[in-house]
């Protein structure tokens, strides 16, 4: 718990700073690219932590086998896996790709309607 803890508080602390060195950036167009790159590092760190936190806290009366498990994925299986997914649509290429599939999709399931 206290390495965990710890580890939560130094990330938390270290956002704070980030967050104070982004605001006194001079540049509109500057402020938007980092806090658009520090909220996906954010999404991901939100889901690992918020799961920790809710495995560890959440009352033992509420217990539910079913409830450990979502949480257990979202902490094992998703959190990783939406790792370089979060990280790779901040690439232009990747978000036009992207786009061309799920438009092609909209036509398709359109045009069998």
Do not use: W
């Not at 700073?17 to 790159?37: E, Q």
């Amino acid at each position: 718990g206290v390495l965990g803890s710890s580890a939560f508080v130094i990330t938390l602390v270290s956002y704070i700073y980030i967050v104070f060195a982004i605001l006194r950036m001079s540049s509109t167009k500057g402020r938007h690219k980092a806090f658009s790159t520090c909220a996906s590092h954010l999404t991901v760190v939100g889901l690992f932590y918020g799961t920790t936190i809710f495995t560890y806290v959440h009352p033992s009366s509420h217990h539910s086998l079913n409830q450990d498990r979502v949480v257990s994925m979202l902490y094992g299986i998703i959190t990783p896996m939406l790792n370089p997914m979060i990280y790779s649509l901040r690439n232009k290429e990747v978000k036009r790709a992207l786009r061309r599939v799920i438009s092609q999709e909209r036509f398709t399931v359109r045009s069998e309607d």
